[in-house]
């Protein structure tokens, strides 16, 4: 199975990070993605970009220390349920990884980040071409029972342009993908 098909989620703590990351170039903040995911999202934007949209990356890899940060800071602003629905707990973050990343949307020379873009067109756009450049939109709409958070169209999960179009075209999530390969694997 491809590494990059490992799983991180409120069941599945994430090990060691063994994949060799990258600076990217965000105009929005200093992130560090692993380098064929940020290689990815390089193309993604270019074709975005051709659709009159211009997104770059909000937040990709955090350390164990960061993503406490981000869990607890979340926590003192918008309360305990808000974070446990849209934030991983340290050690259970899929940006640990570095194959995880937030991306954002800059018009008129502002960001837009998370829940500032939603209802925007270019989310709708991002969701139907990401598979084609290997990504995931991480927790998509209807799945929230599956994977445990709440919706985010602007996360993506970097996950190999064969696995990204089977969960795309099967609208499955990672989890069920995973699941459903494990069951092959099983009754061959």
């Known amino acids: 199975m491809s590494k990059y098909l490992i799983l991180v989620n ?5 090990k060691d990070n063994n994949f060799h990351l990258v600076e ?14 940020y290689q990815q999202f390089l193309k993604l934007k270019d074709y975005i970009k051709k659709k009159g949209y211009d997104i770059d990356i909000e937040s990709g890899y955090r350390s164990y220390e960061e993503q406490e940060l981000v869990f ?10 808000h974070t446990l629905k849209y934030v991983a707990k340290p050690g259970y973050s899929e940006h640990q990884t570095g194959l995880a990343l937030d991306f954002c949307l800059k018009e008129n020379n502002n960001f837009y980040v998370d829940f500032e873009m939603t209802n925007h067109s270019v989310l709708e756009i991002v969701a139907s071409v990401s598979f084609q450049f290997g990504f995931i939109i991480r927790y998509p709409k209807g799945k929230e029972k599956v994977t445990g958070y709440g919706y985010e169209p602007w996360h993506l999960r970097y996950v190999g342009k064969k696995a990204a179009l089977d969960i795309y075209k099967n609208n499955l999530t990672l989890e069920e993908y995973l699941e459903r390969i494990e069951h092959n694997a099983r009754n061959s």
């Open 10 to 14: 409120k069941n599945h703590k994430f």
């Open 24 to 37: 990217t170039n965000s105009a929005y903040a200093k992130v560090y993605l692993e380098e064929k995911t």
């Open 72 to 81: 607890n800071e979340t926590k003192m602003q918008k309360g305990l349920e």
